[in-house]
């Protein structure tokens, strides 16, 4: 089996709530998301997402994720896709660093495996723990009545657990937490994501200040020597995100006991490939995962649901339905949210298939 033809395509997903905002003033109304259609000499043809959170979250934007994939595509034509470590090799090789841009094609040449094997790609990602897992709901940021009306809202919708977007004045992100967690009972979870938006001395105040409340913390500053400083300040549950993209990062956090949870963004570290050796030595050392990534649709999302299903239970703190924050399906039999839980595609690869007048035309073309 050969690479004969890489196809990528440029699709506009826009909010169902109409923006969403995070820490440092950041919002995002309609997001960019890149597909990437992997053809072969067989017939048989994988798919892959990418859709990174606006120019300003990540060293990673949308344009700069189609430049990425024009410098890699020519050199994957003619390359076996099911031959995963020696693609992923070969994209290092050509385009130093850019993970978002390597991530879609890498999934697509994951979709690739699973059609030709006729094996969905949970059960190549390692086997599915149960009939599904739990979902959280990302909580956008807002003043704090109006987030803990979200809460509410999305509570009677069967989500249990979830991601208050904070990272701005710190007495506004106690206001914030206090709201929302009177919404909830003991056994709903609370996430305070700063994605990094305050300063080490800020964390510090909000750690103390909410030290009563039932709340996990998750990256308050941007780098991890201030998050360990955090860390060693709070009895809270602590999660690291932004900062811990591969093994060493994360095995540095494990001797340091820096986290306890990691959020797991599969475009951020490369791909699905890359994303399973993370998850994996997570796994066994006894660190909890959120499995996500940056953004997407319904490919995104499938391959999030493979990951998660994947990952043993009582190990998967928790994920997220991304193609429900936005208006617009680009594939059929996507998974999708039951009370506050999904499961992985049945069908071979990510067991979807894009829709073609969603995708519209291509933007770029390599053969």
Same mark, same amino acid.
Request: net charge negative.
């Given at each position: 089996?050969?690479?004969?033809?890489?196809?990528?395509? *440029?699709?506009?997903?826009?909010?169902?709530e109409g923006s969403y905002k995070w820490s440092g003033g950041n919002e995002v109304r309609v997001f960019d998301s890149t597909i990437v259609a992997i053809a072969t000499d067989?017939?048989?043809? %994988?798919?892959?997402?990418?859709?990174?959170?606006?120019?300003?979250?990540?060293? #990673?934007?949308?344009?700069?994720?189609?430049?990425?994939?024009?410098?890699?595509?020519?050199?994957?034509?003619?390359q076996d896709p099911t031959q995963i470590g020696p693609i992923n090799h070969l994209m290092d090789r050509v385009l130093k660093g850019h993970p978002y841009a390597k991530s879609?094609?890498?999934?697509?040449?994951?979709?690739?495996?699973? &059609?030709?094997?006729?094996?969905?790609?949970?059960?190549?990602? +390692?086997?599915?723990?149960?009939?599904?897992?739990?979902?959280?709901?990302?909580? $956008?940021?807002?003043?704090?009545? !109006?987030?803990?009306?979200?809460?509410?809202?999305?509570?009677?919708?069967?989500?249990?657990?979830? *991601?208050?977007?904070? %990272?701005?004045?710190?007495?506004?992100? =106690?206001?914030?937490?206090?709201?929302?967690?009177?919404?909830?009972?003991?056994?709903?979870?609370?996430?305070?994501?700063?994605?990094? %938006?305050?300063?080490?001395? *800020? /964390?510090?105040?909000? #750690? !103390?200040?909410?030290? $009563?409340?039932?709340?996990?913390?998750?990256?308050?500053?941007?780098?991890?020597? !201030?998050?360990?400083?955090?860390?060693?300040?709070?009895? &809270?549950?602590?999660?690291?995100?932004?900062?811990?993209?591969?093994?060493?990062?994360?095995?540095?956090?494990? $001797?340091?006991?820096?986290?306890?949870?990691?959020?797991?963004?599969?475009?951020?570290?490369?791909?699905?490939?890359?994303?399973?050796?993370?998850?994996?030595?997570?796994?066994?050392?006894?660190? /909890?995962?959120?499995?996500?990534?940056?953004? +997407?649709?319904?490919? =995104?999302?499938?391959?999030?649901?493979?990951?998660?299903?994947?990952?043993?239970?009582?190990?998967?703190?928790?994920?997220?339905?991304?193609?429900?924050?936005?208006?617009?399906?680009?594939?059929?039999?996507?998974?999708?949210?039951?009370?506050?839980?999904?499961?992985?595609?049945? +069908?071979?690869?990510? %067991?979807?298939?894009?829709?073609?007048?969603?995708?519209?035309?291509?933007?770029?073309?390599?053969?």
């Amino acid at each position: 089996m050969k690479i004969s033809r890489i196809t990528a395509y *440029q699709v506009d997903l826009p909010l169902r709530e109409g923006s969403y905002k995070w820490s440092g003033g950041n919002e995002v109304r309609v997001f960019d998301s890149t597909i990437v259609a992997i053809a072969t000499d067989t017939g048989v043809t %994988g798919y892959g997402e990418v859709c990174p959170l606006g120019p300003a979250y990540l060293p #990673a934007y949308a344009e700069g994720a189609r430049v990425g994939i024009a410098q890699i595509a020519p050199a994957l034509i003619g390359q076996d896709p099911t031959q995963i470590g020696p693609i992923n090799h070969l994209m290092d090789r050509v385009l130093k660093g850019h993970p978002y841009a390597k991530s879609p094609l890498d999934m697509a040449c994951w979709d690739i495996f699973g &059609k030709f094997t006729e094996v969905p790609l949970a059960t190549l990602l +390692g086997g599915r723990f149960g009939e599904d897992f739990p979902l959280y709901r990302a909580i $956008s940021q807002q003043n704090p009545s !109006e987030m803990a009306d979200m809460v509410a809202k999305y509570r009677d919708e069967g989500y249990s657990k979830f *991601q208050l977007k904070v %990272g701005g004045l710190p007495r506004d992100d =106690v206001s914030r937490i206090e709201e929302c967690r009177k919404c909830l009972n003991s056994q709903e979870v609370l996430i305070a994501d700063a994605n990094t %938006g305050w300063s080490q001395h *800020q /964390a510090l105040w909000v #750690a !103390e200040a909410i030290k $009563s409340i039932d709340v996990y913390l998750e990256q308050p500053c941007q780098t991890y020597e !201030e998050c360990l400083a955090v860390r060693g300040h709070t009895n &809270k549950p602590f999660i690291l995100d932004e900062i811990m993209d591969n093994v060493p990062s994360i095995s540095r956090g494990i $001797s340091d006991h820096a986290m306890d949870i990691v959020n797991l963004k599969i475009s951020r570290v490369g791909g699905i490939a890359r994303a399973k050796e993370i998850r994996d030595y997570c796994v066994r050392s006894g660190i /909890a995962l959120t499995i996500e990534d940056t953004w +997407g649709g319904d490919i =995104v999302t499938a391959a999030i649901a493979a990951l998660a299903h994947s990952t043993p239970a009582e190990m998967l703190f928790s994920t997220t339905d991304f193609n429900s924050y936005v208006t617009k399906s680009i594939a059929q039999n996507a998974p999708a949210r039951h009370n506050g839980r999904m499961s992985a595609p049945m +069908g071979p690869g990510l %067991g979807v298939t894009p829709r073609a007048d969603a995708l519209g035309k291509p933007v770029l073309v390599f053969e």
